[in-house]
């Protein structure tokens, strides 16, 4: 079966190279997100001659209170990248206090994006998601963008006004391991399911998951969609092969 991790830090593993190498050998289709856009050459060279794995051009929100200027060198490089991630805010105890300057720099990646047109970004939306939502409305006009909600941890009502304006949601294991994960994946639309790993924030057999992990998203959301794994993984790549068109 073709697998889908839609969600990694490749570059964050000690053996980056070894991985991207790997993920194209088992043709996992791997987003290698990045945190800053200083790891963007690197990620985009290494991707660059590979038929499965893909780099994301990124700001991550928890980084955005050090690293808010390097905004300007993800503008430049934009025109490089059709995959952006991981971006959006993170409202938990640990980032709050930069909320507003995570505000400033998530709307501006919105608007280059919806300028640029055909992106599709990973986002983050740690107790944000409302917020989330509502800047992607005001940013970004409808066709102008494709959006996937990693790890989503927002209420129900959240998920629902997020699937009703055309947003995918990538899944990973731990995620499928806890009963309120479970039910908020089982009340999500199929067609707009993917899976992930965020490796290496995430284990899998002792030691930090890796694309070729994302085999255990795939089966527990088999389980909890009432399908095989074959017929998970199957929706899965149908719903990236929408995506990504």
């Known amino acids: 079966m ?3 991790d839609f969600h990694c830090h490749l570059d964050l593993f000690p053996d980056f190279e070894a991985l991207v190498r790997e993920s194209e050998r088992l043709e996992i289709f791997t987003l290698a997100v990045t945190t800053t856009p200083k790891a963007w050459a690197r990620n985009r060279i290494l991707a660059s001659n590979t038929k499965y794995v893909r780099a994301a051009l990124g700001l991550h929100p928890q980084l955005v209170a050090e690293h808010w200027r390097e905004i300007d060198l993800w503008e430049n490089l934009l025109g490089e990248a059709r995959y952006v991630g991981e971006v ?8 709050f206090s930069s909320m507003a300057r995570q505000e400033e720099i998530f709307r501006r990646i919105l ?3 919806a300028e640029a047109g055909n992106k599709i970004l990973s986002i983050h939306s740690v107790r944000s998601a409302t917020k989330v939502l509502d800047l ?3 940013e970004v006009p ?3 963008a494709k959006f996937v909600f990693h790890w ?6 959240e998920a629902k006004r997020a699937a009703s304006v055309g947003c995918y949601f990538s899944v990973n294991g731990q995620m499928l391991q806890s009963d309120r994960g479970r039910a908020l994946v089982s009340s999500l639309p199929e067609d707009r399911l993917l899976t992930e790993t965020d490796g290496p924030f995430t284990s899998q057999g002792g030691g930090p998951a890796r694309p070729r992990d994302v085999r255990q998203a795939v089966k527990l959301l088999g389980t909890t969609r009432g399908l095989s794994t074959d017929e998970s993984a199957a929706v899965v790549l149908r719903n990236l092969r ?4």
């Open 2 to 4: 073709k697998l889908v």
């Open 88 to 95: 959006g805010l993170d409202a938990g105890p640990r980032h």
């Open 111 to 113: 608007r280059r994006c």
């Open 136 to 138: 992607i409305e005001e």
């Open 142 to 144: 409808a066709g102008r």
């Open 152 to 157: 989503f941890s927002g209420s129900s009502a």
């Open 242 to 245: 929408t995506l990504t068109g």
